[in-house]
């Protein structure tokens, strides 16, 4: 067919299911929600959307513990809802990307509960990675491995063998020396290709390959395990076997369906590995979850996560926030500075080479959530890291003001899974597109030109020389971007006239003041 490379320069907004829109009624985002706001995204002006899992599961991982693949959780919906999501979005011109979980399953999951039941030795334990303790009586776990989310990687069974869990207790391994556990995956990415999904995001993608004899770290010091340090189960060689066998299963479908990679590795070049051309089509570049509000710094991070895409000719990938890390409105300090700020980010990632990701209520300037009553708190990461919980970035849309719930759920609801903070109703969406000014109106404006202008996705970017604290790059003919990372008025020659500004530069006899924290992209008219 043709090759319309549409993921190389793809803007994809990410729905968080639980939190996006709830259509029955119970306080819980679900498909139907999703499919009633498909307009909304098709008028935002995102190419596809990212679903976060929404499988059979007993969510002690909120979806990332999977019990069932191939069928939908009855909180999210049915089978049904999902064919009908993925066949009105189609309609919509949208893309769909589902999420899928490799790495560990349900500890509720079919697999799981027969190797529970058939005890030591059995091969329905093959599947996951179950060993004898150490110690005198097997009492000290296996290795010295320890879970993302905190304590032991291993947990004992009454029988007295011990099972890996890289998270959380209720999240097995699965055991990838195993070819039974690649067939069913294999099947598994087969059922939703049928559907018609457009492709998949792979959680963590680093981590389904464990160094044989699963040799211990060593250090006693080791505290937590971030995906950025070589250890014995994250980024081994051998997952790369899985990705091209995948790669090849995606390109034997019709209409380019991807693979995007959540990986974590020690260097950029080894993440540059997951999208060599015959792996997967993304990797998540995660440098800017933790790239500070300094020009300098964001230069850095942009040169090397295109150099180090390109190595091997891939698209990058920008995001500022996803549902495992806080806000970036807040990370960038919060209240009006971070506002700004995150405004002005907007911006800039979306004038970017490469693929771009907008985190649900990115677009209306949502803040993180921090000061959720206890009792909600659910997040597992959280139990084990009070001051690193998840949950203050998944709280639920505002749609409108005036609506119970504004608009999330429908009237008549109790209460939403988490509460929506009631200074929010001028952050609905229906507020915010009557306000021209609004961050809303900035995202579709910035993605309606984004639009017109393919050629941004693909030319390569130039640099130009700017003042301290500011950056200016052009791309496609005429176009230029400009960030002012500082807290005071940076003057600078205009590039051409305002096509649009996250804050709007004074421009007077050919010199632009740019306000602090903002960014402004330009048009030269004489461009050819
Ligand atoms: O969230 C992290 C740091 O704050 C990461 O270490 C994260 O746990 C890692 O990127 C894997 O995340 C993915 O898999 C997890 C799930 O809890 C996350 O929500 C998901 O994005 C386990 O499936």
New binding site residues.
């Given amino acids: 067919g043709t090759v319309t490379r549409w993921w190389r320069d793809a803007v994809i907004y990410q729905v968080y299911v639980r939190s996006f829109a709830d259509g029955n009624g119970d306080g819980v985002g679900d498909l139907l929600g999703v499919r009633g706001r498909l307009p909304y995204l098709a008028d935002l002006g995102v190419d596809a959307i990212w679903l976060t899992p929404f499988f059979t599961s007993p969510m002690a991982?909120?979806g990332?513990?999977v019990a069932d693949y191939r069928d939908v959780d009855p909180i999210f919906g049915s089978l049904a809802d999902a064919r009908a999501l993925i066949d009105d979005a189609h309609g919509h011109g949208l893309r769909i990307i589902v999420d899928v979980?490799p790495?560990?399953t349900s500890d509720q999951h079919v697999w799981f509960e027969e190797a529970v039941a058939a005890g030591p030795g059995d091969p329905a334990r093959e599947r996951y990675i179950f060993r004898q303790g150490r110690g005198a009586t097997g009492e000290l776990p296996p290795n010295d491995w320890e879970s993302?989310f905190g304590g032991s990687a291993w947990t004992r069974l009454p029988d007295g063998e011990w099972y890996l869990h890289l998270?959380a207790p209720e999240?097995p391994d699965l055991n990838w020396e195993n070819p039974e556990v690649h067939a069913e995956f294999e099947s598994i990415l087969r059922f939703w290709l049928d559907l018609g999904v457009d492709g998949f995001r792979i959680?963590?993608a680093h981590g389904m390959v464990k160094a044989e004899g699963l040799p211990d770290i060593g250090h006693s010091d080791q505290i937590r395990m971030?995906?950025t340090d070589v250890v014995p189960f994250f980024d081994q060689d051998g997952v790369h076997e899985i990705h091209r066998a995948w790669r090849r299963l995606l390109d034997s479908y019709p209409g380019e369906r991807i693979g995007v990679a959540?990986a974590?590795a020690p260097s950029p070049q080894r993440l540059a590995n997951y999208v060599r051309p015959d792996e997967l089509h993304q990797a998540f570049n995660f440098h800017f979850l933790n790239t500070p509000w300094e020009a300098e710094r964001f230069r850095a991070v942009i040169e090397e996560s295109l150099a180090t895409a390109g190595l091997v000719g891939a698209p990058s990938t920008w995001v500022l926030s996803?549902?495992?890390?806080k806000r970036h409105l807040t990370r960038y300090g919060g209240g009006e500075v971070g506002l700004r700020r995150s405004r002005a980010a907007a911006l800039l990632t979306l004038s970017l080479p490469g693929s771009a990701y907008v985190y649900q209520g990115e677009e209306l300037g949502l803040p993180e959530v921090l000061d959720l009553p206890e009792e909600f708190l659910r997040d597992?990461?959280r139990l084990r890291n009070p001051d690193?919980g998840?949950d203050g970035c998944r709280v639920p849309l505002p749609w409108s003001d005036g609506e119970p719930h504004f608009g999330f759920s429908l009237p008549g609801v109790n209460g939403t899974w988490l509460p929506i903070p009631s200074s929010w109703g001028p952050l609905s969406v229906e507020s915010q597109l009557e306000e021209p000014l609004s961050t809303l109106n900035l995202y579709r404006e910035a993605l309606r030109i984004r639009r017109e202008r393919r050629a941004f996705g693909e030319m390569p970017l130039a640099w130009l020389d700017s003042p301290e604290g500011t950056l200016a790059f052009t791309r496609d003919a005429g176009f230029t971007c400009t960030v002012n990372l500082t807290g005071e008025d940076v003057e600078l020659p205009a590039p051409g006239r305002v096509l649009l500004a996250s804050a709007e530069p004074v421009v007077q006899g050919g010199v632009a003041r740019l306000a602090p924290d903002s960014a402004v992209w330009w048009q030269r008219d004489d461009a050819s």
């Fill in positions: 991982d909120f990332y513990d979980v790495n560990h993302v998270f999240q959680d963590v971030i995906g959540e974590w996803n549902h495992d890390v597992p990461q690193d998840r």
